[in-house]
């Protein structure tokens, strides 16, 4: 795959000020943080998830991220309202938007230490922030169409594989 041509950036601001999702090449965590920023939050959790350096005993060089973007970004938006609606079911929040959740995950190579996910939700108390931010990261990995590519020291790129992003 021609990593230059095979993912597109993509973005999604979900109705009434619930949320957005973007999938892009670069994260700025600090404006993606404070873009669920609201009067009413008395909370906001946060998860980066970054590239490590080590994968089952190899020395990891760079992670390579694929998507389908059109299908993708519509599930990260579907996911960030079935995440706030089973909250709000569950009486963890108040009908919405008293939770704004923003999912970004990066497309591309992204180099050790940087981050390839930056999940953000304000709520008006921090264990919903918690709650929704760990449901969100596990439905994100379980069911958006993103593949990695993991790249190891002393191994030639051919012999990298794609394989589902969880």
């Known amino acids: 795959m021609d990593s230059n041509s095979a993912s597109v950036a993509a973005s999604l601001d979900l109705e009434g000020g619930l949320g957005f999702c973007a999938l892009s090449f670069t994260l700025d965590v600090q404006q993606i943080i404070a873009s669920v920023g609201h009067d009413g939050a008395g909370a906001t959790a946060v998860f ?38 089973s909250m709000f079911l569950e009486g963890s929040v108040e009908a919405p938007p008293t939770m704004r959740c923003a999912v970004h ?12 996910i930056v999940i953000a939700v304000s709520a008006p108390h921090r264990k919903e922030a918690f709650i929704a931010c760990e449901r969100l990261l596990e439905e994100v990995k379980r069911s958006v169409q993103i593949w990695k590519r993991e790249f190891y020291e002393g191994e030639s790129e051919e012999t990298a594989e794609w394989k589902a992003n969880h």
Request: net charge positive; glycine share 8%; no cysteine.
């Open 48 to 85: 980066i998830g970054t590239t490590r350096n080590s994968f089952q005993g190899k020395v990891v060089t760079r992670l390579e991220y694929q998507a389908y973007s059109t299908l993708a970004i519509k599930t990260l938006a579907q996911i960030v309202r079935d995440v706030q609606a």
């Open 105 to 116: 995950h990066r497309l591309g190579v992204v180099p050790v230490g940087e981050p390839s």
